[in-house]
């Protein structure tokens, strides 16, 4: 079992910034994929970035350029940078982990984009 705890959300203003940080614990090394998804409103769950464990990066196009995802395998930890955030970026974002044939899933955390 993997569990992942996110952190980091908060409100911002359009074109201003925000780092989201995902502690995972547990089974860690299981884990060959870790990323993030986000889900608006009333829209459905989509993938934002994810990083894989020979450190290949993959963004959704609507953040690339804006975002970037890293980790830091010592402290079991990935990070989602936003830069010039727009108000269609507001959504809860979920921190993604996958391995030993598992999806895992934190609990969320809230970004709002507005002025």
């Known amino acids: 079992q993997v569990h992942l705890v996110e952190s980091g959300g908060g409100l911002v203003r359009p074109g201003g910034s925000l780092r989201l940080s995902c502690v995972a614990s547990g089974d860690t090394i299981c884990i060959s994929v870790m990323g993030w998804y986000r889900q608006a409103p009333g829209k459905e769950r989509e993938a934002v970035a994810t990083i894989g464990s020979d450190d290949n990066t993959d963004y959704a196009d609507s953040v690339k350029g804006r975002f970037t995802v890293s980790k830091d395998n010592a402290k079991n930890t990935v990070y989602l940078l936003m830069n010039s955030l727009k108000p269609e970026d507001t959504a809860d974002y979920y921190c993604?982990?996958?391995?030993?044939?598992?999806?895992?899933w934190g609990q969320g955390t809230q970004v709002t984009v507005s002025s």
């Open positions: 993604y982990g996958h391995g030993c044939g598992y999806d895992f």
